[in-house]
């Protein structure tokens, strides 16, 4: 970003030297800067009118909070003494006034990118102004060279190793801190080679200027290769669905207090295209958001109004994308003696996918389906039967277990989700599912499965919760395909995702980017597009404080430190919640909602994984089950071993 406005303050001085301009405006044939803006172009800002939009934002309180990242408080130094060379009269507003400003934004390698700034040159009355400003720059070296006919001159500034590229090409200002893209600029022009305008020709149909801080225009086919700039190698997946997401995007930029919307419409391909799979589809509201937990890091929200319909076109997308998917799927199908296209006829037409945050492994995080069915009990039937003659296949014994009187199995067939849903649902070594009452779920993790249940019955979901609800109720009402992140609690899943450069940026800039606290991203069907909708809710610098106070609720004293997690469990005569913790001595103390220490039972060494609650005697009991590096144990109640 700073990069941006030290174009803007090195643009004041090239225009002022004047060279060539008149022999560009008259002896060549002058293009749009559109029309210069290379096809491998990820992004670009348009702007027309730039100190206007400068001065809107600088009361905002989200930019004064983006003031605590270098990147921006730089722009915002740089920007001022640009302006206070000028004379604080308005010129620079003369300069930028009704002048289309394009910043485009492109990968220059395998984790970094940069910007390139066009500006048609108006006429020499703006030359004039400017060169009022000039005598003030004296403190930038000045080269040349020629590629392909073209001299780029190029400014070292005695301050700093940057070197800043330009070149004046058809009547238009194209500079750049990376010079390839310069030079990138330059061979697109000469080769006659298809352009970002021409790539997503049917956004340009649409896109006009409204009393906004501009429009961005996003060229999807390139959203993979910036993506991949900022994450591991590892999210093939992921790369996948980018890379064939849609076409082209315009949306238009609001600042509304603490929150910053995106609003416009994404084009998907005419041929193929993950976006298209909602086509001929009815989108809706959220009505999932009591089941997601607190914890919940990232939602994948879908809703359509024919499941049969929706899940075919699903699979004609993946199968275009990775031909040997179909026969991994029929492989398994026929190897269980199911059809997964049954599963879709109980769907409802709503199903998400909830990240958790945790202390996970980078391969697995733990996860949550979360299927609405229009027919409970012929959805629980076909989950139940498919079970047990997985298990049965496998030679194995069915594994159940009642938590908070609600039963929960698994599912022995690696990867099931992966199957009945598609490849963006993979994650799942081990499958787990339960319902409550109309909604089938299914976890990769037992524990995730009964935490929610706990986290249920204690209203601890984001339907429950204030910022959470009232942040989904703020967005898109009718839509087909969200897109829901909580970045606090998506902090170390996203740091686990991002390669070293980005991670180490991330961590130092931690808490003014934590205090951009939800973010959504929509989109709905509407005839041959779909209306987008981006949503950003800022939290006003609550994050700075949040791992620095603490308020005490209550305190217990244990003689020997604490060495394990707290496992919240369940009292089934009371359903009250209390904690199981292990000291140093390896001794395992049970703490009621009071504070109060119930029991103690020495275990002789450390518990490994988790404690899981089961009804052992199935009379709505609930006993402790854990093992240690020594031996397995199951404890009533009352911390007594049971024989079994």
């Keep these: 970003m700073r990069r941006i406005f030290i174009i803007l303050f090195l643009f004041i001085l090239i225009l002022a030297s004047g060279y060539g301009i008149y022999y560009y405006w008259d002896k060549q044939k002058s293009l749009d800067a559109w ?44 920007f001022e003494a640009l302006d206070s060379l000028s004379g604080n009269s308005g010129m620079l507003d003369e300069v930028f006034r009704n002048n289309h400003l394009l910043i485009g934004m492109s990968v220059i390698s395998n984790d970094d990118f940069d910007f390139v700034f066009y500006q048609t040159l108006k006429n020499t009355e703006q030359i004039k102004i400017i060169k009022k400003i000039e005598s003030k720059f004296d403190d930038f070296e000045k080269s040349e060279r020629v590629y392909n006919k073209n001299t ?31 030079e990138d600029v330059i061979r697109n022009l000469e080769k006659d080679e298809a ?16 009393d906004d801080l501009g429009n961005l225009y996003v060229n999807f086919n390139r959203l993979d290769k910036i993506v991949k700039t900022f994450t591991k190698s590892n999210q093939s997946i992921l790369f996948n669905i980018l890379s064939q997401f849609s076409e082209g995007a315009f949306l238009d930029l609001f600042l509304d207090g603490d929150d910053f919307y995106l609003n416009g419409f994404t084009f998907p391909h005419d041929s193929i295209s993950y976006l298209n799979t909602y ?26 109004s024919d499941a049969k319909a929706f899940q075919e076109e699903k699979f004609k997308f993946w199968n275009k994308i990775d031909s040997e998917f179909g026969q991994k799927r029929n492989f398994i199908a026929a190897q269980y003696e199911t059809d997964f296209r049954d599963f879709h006829q109980f769907m409802a037409g709503e199903n998400a996918q909830a990240i958790l ?35 049965q296949l496998n030679q194995d014994t069915l594994y159940y277990e009642f938590y908070a009187e609600r039963e929960i199995r698994e599912l022995v067939i690696e990867e099931f989700p992966y199957y009945l849903l598609g490849k963006n649902f993979k994650g799942f070594s ?68 991002l390669n070293d450069k980005w991670r180490n940026n991330f961590k130092e800039n931690e808490f003014p980017i934590k205090n951009f606290d939800m973010m959504a991203i929509q989109f709905s069907h509407e005839n041959d597009r779909y209306y987008s909708n981006v949503e950003v809710l800022h939290s006003n610098n609550k994050v700075n404080h949040e791992m620095k106070y603490f308020d005490e609720v209550m305190q217990v004293e244990i003689d020997a430190p604490i060495i394990s997690k707290p496992y919240v469990v369940k009292n089934h005569n009371t359903g009250l919640f209390e904690t199981l913790v292990q000291d140093s001595a390896f001794n395992l103390h049970l703490i009621s909602t009071n504070g109060d220490v119930i029991w103690t ?19 709505n009991k609930l006993q402790y089950a854990f093992a240690t590096t020594e031996k397995v144990f199951l404890l009533d109640r009352n911390g007594i071993a049971l024989e079994y």
């Design 430 to 497: 081990h499958t787990f599912f339960t319902s409550i009452d109309d909604v089938m779920i299914i976890s990769n993790d037992i524990q995730s499965l009964k935490e929610l249940i706990l986290d249920m019955e204690t209203e601890n979901t984001w339907g429950k919760t204030i910022k959470e609800n009232q942040f989904i109720e703020s967005t898109l009402q009718e839509s087909n395909l969200n897109v829901f992140i909580n970045l606090p609690q998506a902090w170390n899943l996203l740091l686990n995702n």
């Design 279 to 304: 086509s001929n589809q009815n989108g809706g509201d959220v009505t999932l958001e009591n089941y997601f937990p607190s914890k919940t890091a990232l939602v994948l929200h879908e809703r359509f």
């Design 601 to 619: 039972e020495p275990l002789g060494a450390p518990i490994i994984g988790d404690v899981f609650q089961i009804d052992y005697y199935q009379n």
């Design 152 to 182: 780029i001159y190029e400014l070292k500034s005695k301050n700093s190793d940057k070197t800043f590229s330009y070149v004046l090409l058809r009547g238009n200002f194209v500079g750049s801190f990376s010079p390839i893209l310069v």
């Design 195 to 210: 352009n970002f305008k021409e790539s997503i020709e049917d956004v340009f149909k649409i896109a006009n200027f409204q």
């Design 35 to 78: 029309s210069l803006v290379p096809e491998n172009t990820f992004l670009v800002y348009e702007n027309k009118n730039l100190v206007s939009a400068w001065n809107e934002i600088q009361g905002n309180e989200i930019w004064k909070d983006l003031q605590n990242i270098e990147y921006f408080s730089s722009l915002k130094n740089n």
């Design 357 to 391: 945050n945790g202390n996970q492994s980078e391969t697995e995080n733990n996860k949550l389906i979360f299927i609405k069915m229009n027919d409970k009990n012929e959805g629980l039937n076909k989950f139940n039967k498919l079970a047990e003659e997985a298990a």
